[in-house]
């Protein structure tokens, strides 16, 4: 396994507003993704954070809202733009380890609150 | 597209017994199942990965099975504890990118 950290572990914010979301990871990863999950729901994929590239976007979301950053291989940002009440959600980034057969790891999340 | 379903959403035992956690799938083109573990407010424990070739996976009190035709995995808890309470979660990966579909999970609640 690995230690995976994000930062901050909560917020709360004010609408229109920004916030950046980092992920840091202490072993070799292949994959990052990050994960929104809305409150009472389970998770759903954000977006597959690409190294050196653009992120890689679901149905449903898009660049101009969430845009992603990976300037290695270990290391990741999510930025919530903009932000509204609906936003209020729990943000995890995910990581597939380097020969961990496809396995995915999570971090602890980050508890984002929009008022 | 991948749907995955789990249920029931809540199921509380007396400490001491053996359970199932039943998890559905209808496209049963997956590469693997895995098995998550969160507690409240907390992020996600994998708890068990099963690849398409394979039946089950075992780690120490829980045995995860996996019958791709029928789109069907159970998680089996071997006499629980109080501390075995969280939600349990079911995902699966069809390759495309290793992305994970989540079920909406199982909150479990074992009574001493």
């Known amino acids: 396994s690995a230690v995976i950290s994000q930062k901050p572990s909560r917020d709360i914010c004010q609408r229109g507003t920004s916030l950046t979301i980092q992920c840091q990871v202490d072993?070799?990863?292949?994959?990052m993704f990050w994960y929104r999950q809305q409150p009472g729901q389970s998770l759903t994929l954000i977006a597959t954070?690409?190294?050196?590239?653009?992120?890689?976007?679901e149905s449903g979301f898009v660049i101009d809202k969430f845009p992603i950053s990976r300037p290695n291989l270990t290391f990741s940002t999510l930025t919530v733009s903009n932000m509204s009440p609906e936003d209020s959600s729990i943000y995890l980034c995910?990581?597939?380890?380097?020969?961990?057969?496809?396995?995915?790891?999570f971090g602890p999340g980050t508890r984002l609150t929009v008022t | 597209k991948q749907e995955v379903t789990q249920i029931p959403a809540a199921l509380s035992v007396p400490e001491g017994e053996n359970l199932v956690l039943n998890c559905s799938f209808t496209?049963?083109?997956?590469?693997?199942l895995q098995w998550f573990r969160q507690d409240p407010g907390k992020g996600l424990t994998s708890l068990l990965l099963?690849?398409?070739?394979?039946r089950e996976q075992t780690s120490g009190r829980l045995n995860a099975s996996l019958d791709k035709s029928s789109g069907r995995s159970t998680l089996y808890i071997a006499a629980s504890q109080p501390g075995d309470s969280a939600t349990y979660l079911c995902a699966v990966s069809t390759g495309a990118n290793s992305k994970l579909t989540f079920g909406k999970g199982i909150t479990l609640s074992v009574r001493p």
């Open positions: 954070a690409n190294q050196g590239s653009e992120a890689t976007y």
């Open positions: 072993s070799q990863v292949t994959m």
């Open positions: 496209d049963s083109a997956i590469y693997n």
């Open positions: 995910s990581v597939e380890l380097k020969g961990s057969l496809y396995e995915q790891y």
């Open positions: 099963i690849q398409s070739s394979q």
